[in-house]
C-alpha cells in the first residue's frame, strides 16, 4: 500500500474501504505502532499542544489555574505540557524555549518572583505563537492578560482589619518589581490613607514571601513596633510564618494580632485559628487565559488586539481577623 493510503486507514479516513483499515490496523497492533505526534506536527503546523509555565505548584493556587487551563484546552481537543520555573528566572526562559522548541500552538506564562529581564520573549512574538500571560503579567498594553485586581483585594482586606478596631496594621510584602505584590501593597497603602492613618515603614517588610520570609519578617517588625495589632500579607504562606511566630510570642489571635492573607491556599481552613484570606478566582483566571489563548490561536495572533481581563477578588472573613465588640466605621475616631 501507499503511504497515503496507510496514513489514512490509520486515522479512519471515510475513502479507505473497512477491509483496507482492518489489514492495516491488524499490522500496526502486531508490530506495536506508535503516531509520531511531532512529526504530524510539523507536517501540519499544528501540534494541538498548549505550553504553559508556571513558578510553582507547591500552593493550591497554581494548582487551581491549571486545572481551569487544563478544563477548557481539553474540550477544544488540545492537550497541555506544563514547566514549573521554580521562582528562577534562567529556568522560566529554557521553559519558554523548550516549548518553542517542541512545536506548541501557544504559550500561557506567569512570571517568575526574579524575573526582570523580558527580552527572551522576543522570540516567541517574532514567531507569531500566541502568547498570554496570568496572574504575573507585564505591565504592558501590548501584550494579551488574565490578572487579578490585587490592588482592590489588597484594599478590602485592610480595610477589613481597620473596621475590627485595628489601627497599627503590618504589611509583609514581595518584590515591588512584580505587578501583584506592588498593587497589594498599594491597595494596603490606601486603605490606612482613607482612615486617616499614615503609612509607618517600621511596618512594612519585603520579601519573597516564604514560610520563613514571614517568621523572619514577624519577628523583625514585632522587635520595630511592638504595637502592631494586625498583619495583612501579601500571601498566606508568609503568613502562616508570621503567625508561628504571634503564637511563640504568646499574643492572642485575633484579639492581639488579627491576620488576613491573599491567596486563598487549602491550609487556610486547617489552621488555628482559620485565616482570612483574599480568594483570587483560581480556576476562572485559568479558563479566562486559555480562552483567549485559543482565540489568538484560531484567528491569528496579528488578527486579536491585546486584551487584558481584569478579575475581582472576594474577601474570605475567618476567624483570624473577626473581632467581638468591636466599633462600626462610623464610630471610629478618624
Known amino acids: 500500500m501507499s503511504v497515503s493510503t496507510v496514513s489514512?486507514?490509520?486515522?479512519?479516513?471515510?475513502?479507505?474501504?473497512?477491509?483496507t483499515k482492518k489489514r492495516v490496523w491488524e499490522l500496526?497492533?502486531?508490530?506495536?505502532?506508535?503516531?509520531n505526534q511531532l512529526a504530524a506536527a510539523l507536517r501540519k503546523g499544528r501540534s494541538n499542544t498548549l505550553g504553559v509555565v508556571v513558578p510553582h505548584i507547591d500552593g493550591q493556587f497554581f494548582a487551581l489555574v491549571v486545572k481551569g487551563i487544563e478544563t477548557i484546552a481539553n474540550q477544544a481537543g488540545f492537550n497541555v505540557m506544563i514547566c514549573q520555573s521554580n521562582e528562577d528566572a534562567a529556568q522560566e526562559q529554557k521553559n519558554v524555549e523548550t516549548l518553542v522548541n517542541a512545536q506548541v500552538d501557544g504559550i500561557l506564562l506567569s512570571l517568575s518572583l526574579s524575573t526582570h529581564d523580558y527580552r527572551y520573549l522576543e522570540d516567541v512574538r517574532r514567531r507569531d505563537i500566541p502568547l498570554v500571560f496570568f496572574d504575573r503579567a507585564?505591565?504592558?498594553?501590548?501584550?494579551?492578560?488574565?490578572?487579578?485586581?490585587?490592588?482592590?483585594?489588597?484594599?478590602?482586606?485592610?480595610?477589613?482589619?481597620?473596621?475590627?478596631?485595628?489601627?497599627?496594621?503590618?504589611?509583609?510584602?514581595?518584590?515591588?518589581?512584580?505587578?501583584?505584590?506592588?498593587?497589594?501593597?498599594?491597595?494596603?497603602?490606601?486603605?490606612?490613607?482613607?482612615?486617616?492613618?499614615?503609612?509607618?515603614?517600621?511596618?512594612?517588610?519585603?520579601?519573597?514571601?516564604?514560610?520563613?520570609?514571614?517568621?523572619?519578617?514577624?519577628?523583625?517588625?514585632l522587635s520595630q513596633a511592638p504595637q502592631v495589632d494586625?498583619?495583612?500579607?501579601?500571601?498566606?504562606?508568609?503568613?502562616?510564618?508570621?503567625?508561628?511566630?504571634?503564637?511563640?510570642?504568646?499574643?492572642?489571635?485575633?484579639?492581639?494580632?488579627?491576620?488576613a492573607g491573599f491567596s486563598n491556599e487549602l491550609f487556610d481552613s486547617l489552621t488555628e485559628p482559620m485565616l482570612t484570606s483574599v480568594d483570587q478566582r483560581c480556576e476562572e483566571m485559568g479558563r479566562t487565559a486559555v480562552q483567549l489563548l485559543l482565540e489568538?490561536?484560531?484567528e491569528g495572533v496579528s488578527k486579536v488586539a491585546p486584551r487584558q481581563v481584569v478579575l475581582q477578588p472576594k474577601l474570605l472573613i475567618r476567624e483570624s481577623s473577626q473581632r467581638s465588640g468591636v466599633l462600626l466605621p462610623n464610630q471610629m475616631a478618624s
Do not use: W
Request: charged letters at 20%; a negative charge; proline letters at 3%.
Open 138 to 221: 507585564l505591565e504592558s498594553t501590548d501584550v494579551s492578560a488574565v490578572v487579578l485586581d490585587d490592588y482592590l483585594g489588597g484594599y478590602e482586606a485592610v480595610c477589613h482589619l481597620i473596621e475590627q478596631g485595628c489601627r497599627h496594621i503590618a504589611h509583609l510584602g514581595g518584590p515591588q518589581h512584580l505587578n501583584i505584590c506592588r498593587n497589594r501593597y498599594q491597595g494596603y497603602a490606601d486603605a490606612l490613607r482613607h482612615y486617616n492613618i499614615p503609612v509607618d515603614d517600621n511596618l512594612v517588610h519585603f520579601s519573597d514571601l516564604s514560610m520563613q520570609d514571614g517568621r523572619q519578617g514577624m519577628e523583625l517588625l
Open 28 to 35: 500496526a497492533r502486531a508490530l506495536n505502532y506508535q503516531p
Open 230 to 259: 494586625a498583619v495583612f500579607s501579601c500571601n498566606d504562606l508568609a503568613l502562616v510564618g508570621a503567625m508561628q511566630i504571634v503564637k511563640r510570642r504568646g499574643l492572642r489571635i485575633p484579639q492581639d494580632v488579627a491576620l
Open 296 to 298: 489568538m490561536i484560531h
Open 8 to 19: 489514512r486507514a490509520l486515522s479512519d479516513h471515510s475513502r479507505i474501504s473497512d477491509a
